[in-house]
């Protein structure tokens, strides 16, 4: 059935089409008359991949006051229903993460991340390409976690920044490198399950 539309006369006006597991055609400039008419054939391409599933989720952590809040850098892992990994990927600062191009049959998402414990592991169907939006939690592991270690490396995006344990032996000062990240955009890092002691942060631009 043909659905009506509406264009300006005298002015350009651009024509696509687009269908459902095709990509949007290329655009077709006309402009129109009183009286005239113009025939258009837009081709659109089949492509395979807009015909398989997703999954889009969010992953939280529930803080102090009980609020469930977005979890960064969290590691999430889509198994399928052998228990075979199929792909890997990690939070976004708002928590979420995504998988594209995934066929038909039952998915397994684990989440994992340093000073927290999943709350369980979350199970999805993907059928006839559908997308799947979930939400994944985790809980701070209180037996790991004792603390953090942050600041902020003014207008030094990308900076190398190592965590080192100060000990004492025998009056002698000893400084043990234990944990490594980078700077984000921002200058900010962030060390998690810290346990209790004393610590040093060095910093090193990336060469």
């Not at 038909?104 to 993907?126: F, N």
């Not at 955009?185 to 990336?206: C, R």
Request: overall charge neutral.
């Amino acid at each position: 059935m043909p659905i009506p539309f509406r264009v300006s006369l005298r002015e350009p006006n651009t024509l696509a089409a687009v269908k459902e597991g095709y990509r949007l055609s290329d655009a077709a400039g006309v402009i129109l008359s009183q009286g005239t008419t113009i025939e258009i054939n837009p081709v659109c391409t089949a492509e395979a991949s807009l015909t398989l599933g997703a999954i889009a989720g969010v992953l939280t952590v529930t803080d102090a006051s009980g609020t469930a809040v977005p979890l960064a850098g969290g590691k999430i892992t889509l198994q399928n229903n052998l228990g075979q990994t199929v792909a890997v990927t990690y939070t976004a600062e708002d928590g979420e993460f995504a998988f594209y191009d995934l066929a038909d049959g039952i998915c397994t998402l684990l989440s994992s991340a340093e000073g927290y414990q999943s709350v369980s592991a979350m199970t999805t169907v993907i059928a006839n390409g559908s997308i799947s939006n979930v939400t994944m939690a985790m809980t701070i592991d209180t037996r790991t976690y004792n603390g953090t270690v942050s600041g902020i490396i003014r207008n030094k995006a990308g900076c190398f920044v190592g965590l080192y344990r100060v000990d004492n032996i025998a009056g002698i000062r000893k400084e043990t490198l234990i944990a490594v990240t980078k700077t984000n955009s921002a200058g900010k890092y962030l060390f998690g399950s810290v346990v209790s002691g004393e610590y040093l942060v060095k910093a090193k631009l990336e060469q």
